[in-house]
C-alpha cells in the first residue's frame, strides 16, 4: 500500500511570502496525486490534480499554482501569500486498479498567514 | 453539477449505542461511488467504506455500513457499537463516473461526531 508524506506538517507565514508545500509518495508507481485545502470547520475542496509528470489540472482559480517534477511528487505553491489561503492542505494519492479507487491521504499541512 | 449534502454539522451518540450519520448527493451520472472519511482531531483522512452505484448490496465493513438508497440519492453511514474513540469528523465523498483517468472526489461539509461514556 502506499504510504503519502507531507511536509512541513505546520507553517506561520507573513502575507505577501512565498509558500512551497511538498508531497511524495512511496508503494505505488504512476499515481493520480491531489491537492485539497481544508478552511477551519469546512470540508475539503479539490485545488489541484495530476495524472502524470507535468501534467497539472486546477480546479479553482487562486493564488496558489501546482507542480509535478517526479512521478511521485507533488508540490504546492505561492509566490504571495494571501491571508485566505489560510488552512489545512492534504495531499492524497490515488491509484489506477479495479473495484474501488479510494484516494489515500498524506497527515496534513496547517499552513497560518498572519 | 455533482454535489455532496451532510445536513447534520454535529452528532451526540452514548457509548455502545448505533448511530447514522445522513448524507444526500446529487449527480446526473449512472455510474458513481460514494466514499465515507473519518478525520480525528490529528486531521488524517481515514477511508472507511466505499460503496458502487451498481452495488446492489449494501456495503459493510466492520462496524460500519453504508445505507445506500439509489432513488433517494443518500448513502447514509451506519456505525453500530459506537466506541469513545468514534469522536472524530466523518466526511462523504463522491465520485462521479468509473473512469480510470480520475479518481478526484468531491466532499460534503462533514458531520462531528461526539461519542460519550
Known amino acids: 500500500s502506499q504510504t503519502i508524506h507531507q511536509w512541513p506538517a505546520t507553517l506561520v507565514q507573513p502575507v505577501g511570502s512565498p509558500l512551497s508545500l511538498e508531497c511524495t509518495v512511496e508503494?505505488?508507481?504512476?499515481?493520480?496525486l491531489y491537492w485539497y485545502r481544508q478552511a477551519a470547520g469546512r470540508g475539503l475542496q479539490l485545488l489541484f490534480y495530476?495524472?502524470?509528470?507535468?501534467?497539472i489540472s486546477s480546479e479553482v482559480p487562486q493564488n496558489l499554482s501546482a507542480s509535478r517534477p517526479q512521478d511521485r511528487q507533488f508540490i504546492l505553491s505561492s509566490k504571495k501569500l494571501l491571508l485566505s489561503d489560510s488552512g489545512f492542505y492534504l495531499c492524497?494519492?490515488?491509484?489506477?486498479?479495479?473495484?474501488?479507487?479510494?484516494?489515500?491521504f498524506g497527515a496534513g499541512s496547517r499552513l497560518t498567514v498572519l | 453539477a455533482q454535489k455532496i449534502t451532510q445536513t447534520q454539522p454535529g452528532m451526540f451518540v452514548q457509548e455502545k449505542e448505533a448511530v447514522t450519520l445522513d448524507c444526500t448527493y446529487d449527480?446526473?451520472?449512472?455510474?458513481?461511488?460514494l466514499f465515507w472519511y473519518k478525520q480525528p482531531s490529528s486531521g488524517e483522512m481515514i477511508f472507511l467504506i466505499y460503496?458502487?452505484?451498481?452495488?446492489?448490496q449494501n456495503a459493510t465493513e466492520g462496524r460500519y455500513s453504508l445505507n445506500f438508497q439509489k432513488a433517494r440519492k443518500s448513502a447514509n453511514l451506519v456505525i453500530s457499537a459506537s466506541q469513545l474513540g468514534d469522536s472524530a469528523m466523518y466526511f462523504c465523498?463522491?465520485?462521479?463516473?468509473?473512469?480510470?483517468?480520475?479518481?478526484?472526489?468531491?466532499f460534503g461539509t462533514g458531520t462531528r461526531l461526539q461519542v460519550f461514556p
Open positions: 460503496q458502487g452505484s451498481y452495488d446492489e
Open positions: 465523498a463522491m465520485r462521479e463516473g468509473i473512469s480510470y483517468n480520475t479518481d478526484k472526489l468531491i
Open positions: 492524497a494519492c490515488g491509484t489506477v486498479s479495479t473495484g474501488a479507487n479510494v484516494l489515500t
Open positions: 508503494g505505488t508507481s504512476n499515481p493520480n
Open positions: 449527480t446526473s451520472d449512472q455510474s458513481y461511488g
Open positions: 495530476s495524472v502524470g509528470i507535468g501534467q
